[in-house]
């Protein structure tokens, strides 16, 4: 199944008002729909579902994602990509020691990165060696989440 993250990742425009990031939101939405013919179950807030940008509407609009049955994801393992000085091999390291230490990874990684491409194969090469298996999220795999939306009272 596709997954949203984002339209134009503009933090300041996205995270304005709930209203905002949940237009951006279907905007990309239906952008897949319109290409995929498949309805996105997924999404991954612009930074995580907890940060200093989402503070005022993460949780109306995790709220009304769930509600809608839409699954948000963030990751317990990041390959640290977009930092200014690091490495391929920093890339690496990050990703293969996280992976390892976890029973359920969701990894992080951006493609707008040669430094992250030119990492790739190697991560494939060493996790596949240590018996990991990998999978697209699905409804199977635990949500991993910074922040939890808590049950309505019955």
């Known amino acids: ?73 963030d990751w317990n393992v990041s390959g640290a990509d977009s930092a200014p000085r690091v490495t391929s091999a920093d890339i690496c390291g990050n990703i293969t020691g996280g992976v390892l230490k976890r029973q359920v990874s969701v990894v992080l990684m951006h493609d707008t990165s040669k430094k992250t491409l030119e990492a790739l194969e190697p991560i494939i090469i060493r996790l596949k060696k240590e018996g990991v298996e990998f999978r697209r999220l699905d409804q199977q795999i635990p949500q991993i989440a910074f922040y939890r939306v808590k049950p309505e009272k019955s």
């Open 1 to 73: 199944l596709p997954a949203v993250h984002t339209y134009n990742h503009d933090y300041k425009e996205i995270y304005s008002s709930a209203a905002a990031g949940i237009r951006d939101f279907e905007k990309t939405r239906e952008l897949i729909y319109k290409v995929t013919g498949e309805r996105p179950a997924f999404y991954r807030f612009p930074g995580g579902s907890v940060s200093r940008w989402n503070r005022g509407v993460r949780k109306a609009m995790a709220e009304k994602l769930t509600k809608e049955g839409l699954r948000f994801y």
